[in-house]
Nanobody, 120 residues
Framework: QVQLVESGGGLVQPGGSLRLSCAAS????????MAWYRQAPGKQRELVAG???????NYADSVLGRFTISRDNAKNTVYLQMNSLKSEDTAVYYC??????????????WGRGTQVTVSS
């Protein structure tokens, strides 16, 4: 079983920055892609940014140029650097990982989320 634990959320003023971290632990054979999603009140969960095991990245148009996703494969950790934050970035941010088991079975794991609030 794999656990994903997010940290780094909080309250920040518009224009400020935050760095989210997500560490995976447990019975890990291989982590394929990792990603950050977010869900604002009354809205569906949406992809914010993703990164493959090789380092290729993709971003939602709304965060392109402001957010940067990165990962440390040795630490099984993914990061999300968020700059120039806007009120519309307020949401619960969830970490996601697609993993491969020893028996070549692919499965998904989610963190419990961390709240990011952008407000003056």
């Amino acid at each position: 079983q794999v656990q994903l634990v997010e940290s780094g959320g909080g309250l920040v003023q518009p224009g400020g920055s935050l760095r989210l971290s997500c560490a995976a632990s447990g019975s890990i054979f291989k982590i394929n892609a990792m990603a950050w999603y977010r869900q604002a009140p009354g809205k569906q969960r949406e992809l914010v940014a993703g990164i493959t095991s090789g380092g290729s990245t993709n971003y939602a148009d709304s965060v392109l140029g402001r957010f940067t996703i990165s990962r440390d494969n040795a630490k099984n950790t993914v990061y999300l650097q968020m700059n120039s934050l806007k009120s519309e970035d307020t949401a619960v941010y969830y970490c996601h990982a697609n993993l491969l088991s020893l028996s070549s079975y692919a499965y998904d794991s989610w963190g419990r989320g961390t709240q990011v609030t952008v407000s003056s």
